[in-house]
């Protein structure tokens, strides 16, 4: 239904291109208690689209339905303008939408350098016989994916540790090496949850300038949850605001920053 | 050369090839291990089972028997013919596949996320749960098991080794089975390292013991893993089950050989192949040249109990084994 051609100019000059993914009216309850109330909004090739929201809203749970983490009762999620059968994560993550998790869950007992590789997995295709005995097109195949994470290694700096077993890595790096997880992977979309929570204020910066770089440089599509108001305004061409489970909000920063339902969400509303 | 430290030399061979017997048993513990963070307690139930199974195909026998006659009053017990050992092997890894799919479909698929703990206590159950079934489908009498495998001292190292010593030397005494286990083993874990170092299901298996729903956000699908493990582990068995089961013969018994691997785990670790094949070799090494110089000393019988005791040395001082991982921990 969505003309994949339309797009838009984002304020900073990016072409911003066709609908990728399309929520339809989702509905996620557990039990009785409804987590997303008939939810709607699209993420558009090349963009930084945000959700935001006071905690509870449904924000993470928003992100679990699209990487398959959560399958919702009702609605339907659209993945390049055709609906998504039932799916299970593993085959999610096999389409091309890569994620990162708001407790971080990478391989502790593997090193940065490992962790970055298994990102690689959706792409190795040569049989299992090639691969053990290391010979001709398995072995161009490795050395292929070597590089692309040593490339993603190098963009995120975080060359000094690719040999140390991510157990030992404090928490704003083990942040990072996840990210560096998830784009190994080349992602169509790359889905973020609460990439800067528990940073302190250099570490978001980091961040911020990793997320911006990587949508840059890769053109990688994003969608991110944020807490920090400050830090979605700077990143996000487009942003969803979620209370309670529905959606109050859809716009641009300057949109939604104006819009009274998300003050209210947001400072209180008092009923006198 | 001194006949005695001749004696010693043909211990310390005799124990380097029972080692490799334990390490044969303790390499399905560790591919598990290593894939899941499961300790598998059913380890040796398989080998059992895994030796019960190509015993009766080999034999024709019909599984089930008793179950059958006792409930439809009919007499069948045999079909009659009887199947190549090679055949009967390959009959065999197929029925470790099928188990290793019910395991996943009934047991594993139910306990995603769960605390090791928990998986262990699952292997417990699945450990009886086949005990019972091998016995059903096979009968508990002990079989004898023969696929061919050549068995008895070998004539050949005693004649060509006679000469090193007296004349009341008759040459290094070594089981030919024993010698054929070594080389199994040697390609077993050949195989296993290159699977495991260097392929993408290998690389894909230690992220699932790692981290579940990572193992989901890169694509994995952790059912197809867990069916591949436990097959691999499956055929582990077998291979342990066949050359036991020859030594030995097929009972029961044979289920407790996974005791013996408890030690080797130790002193290897739990998580690396080569450690449970140079812990295999330390514990048989050691247990039988302890025999050696101390047994009569000690009152004889010090292999039922030497392996434990060095395991719990090691146990104190250097948890993790001699290639495990290290045990990483921020505080």
């Given at each position: 239904m969505k003309d994949s051609s339309e797009g838009y100019t984002t304020e900073d000059g990016r072409k911003i291109g066709g609908v990728v993914m399309e929520m339809k009216n989702i509905t996620l309850r557990f039990g009785g208690v409804v987590a997303i109330k008939d939810i709607s909004f699209d993420i558009r090739e090349g963009e930084i689209r945000a959700i935001i929201g006071p905690n509870g809203a449904g924000k993470s749970s928003m992100l679990n339905v699209i990487s398959g983490f959560y399958v919702p009762q009702e609605g339907e999620v659209w993945f390049h303008g055709a609906p998504r059968p039932k799916m299970r994560p593993f085959q999610v993550a096999q389409q091309g939408i890569a994620r990162t998790f708001q407790n971080i869950a990478l391989f502790e007992g593997m090193s940065v350098l490992d962790n970055v590789m298994t990102g690689r997995l959706t792409h190795m295709k040569t049989g299992l016989f090639a691969q053990a005995l290391w010979k001709g097109k398995a072995e161009k195949e490795e050395t292929a994916n070597r590089e692309v994470a040593e490339r993603i290694i190098d963009f995120l700096e975080i060359q000094a540790i690719r040999k140390t077993p991510v157990g030992r890595l404090p928490y704003g790096l083990k942040k990072r090496v996840e990210l560096a997880r998830a784009l190994a992977a080349e992602p169509k979309l790359l889905l973020l949850d609460e990439p800067m929570a528990g940073m302190n204020v250099e570490e978001k910066e980091d961040m911020s300038r990793f997320i911006l770089d990587v949508n840059d440089e890769f053109g990688t599509t994003i969608a991110l949850i944020e807490h920090d108001m400050g830090v979605v305004m700077d990143l996000s061409d487009r942003v969803v605001v979620m209370d309670y489970g529905r959606k109050i909000g859809d716009g641009t920063p300057q949109e939604v920053r104006n819009n009274q339902a998300v003050i209210d969400a947001y400072l209180g509303v008092s009923h006198d | 050369m001194s006949d005695q430290f001749l004696y010693a030399i043909e211990v310390t061979l005799n124990g380097l090839m029972a080692g490799v017997l334990y390490a044969l048993v303790a390499l399905g513990f560790v591919l598990i291990y290593k894939a899941s963070?499961?300790?598998?307690?059913?380890q040796g139930v398989m080998a059992l089972f895994a030796a019960m199974t190509l015993v009766g195909i080999m034999d024709g026998q019909v599984p089930f028997s008793h179950l059958i006659n006792a409930t439809f009053g009919t007499k069948v017990h045999h079909f009659g013919w009887h199947v190549p050992a090679l055949a009967a092997i390959a009959l065999t890894v197929g029925v470790m596949v099928a188990l290793a799919w019910m395991v996943q479909r009934f047991v594993m698929r139910h306990l995603v996320n769960q605390e090791p703990i928990i998986l262990f206590m699952a292997t417990i159950g699945l450990a009886y749960f086949l005990e019972g079934v091998s016995d059903l489908m096979w009968g508990s009498e002990i079989k004898k098991l023969d696929v061919g495998l050549p068995q008895g001292g070998s004539r050949w190292v005693e004649d060509a080794t006679?000469?090193?010593?007296?004349?009341?030397f008759y040459g290094f005494f070594i089981d030919k089975l024993d010698m054929v286990a070594t080389v199994v083993a040697v390609l077993l874990v050949i195989a296993l390292m290159l699977f495991s170092n260097y392929t993408k299901q290998g690389r894909a298996m230690r992220a699932v013991a790692d981290d579940h729903q990572a193992a989901l956000s890169v694509g994995i699908s952790l059912n197809f893993i867990w069916i591949l493990v436990w097959s691999v582990a499956g055929f582990v068995a077998l291979v342990a089950g066949i050359v036991w089961g020859t030594k030995s013969g097929v009972q029961f018994s044979l289920s407790l050989i996974a005791l013996k691997a408890l030690p080797v785990l130790m002193l290897g670790g739990f998580t690396s192949i080569p450690g449970a094949i140079v812990g295999g070799l330390i514990i048989g090494v050691g247990e039988k040249l302890f025999e050696f110089t101390f047994g009569a000393m000690m009152g004889g019988a010090t292999e039922n109990w030497f392996a434990y005791v060095l395991a719990l040395v090691f146990l104190v001082f250097r948890p993790q084994g001699l290639f495990g991982e290290k045990i990483i921990e921020r505080v």
């Open positions: - | 963070g499961i300790f598998n307690y059913a006679a000469f090193l010593g007296s004349e009341n």
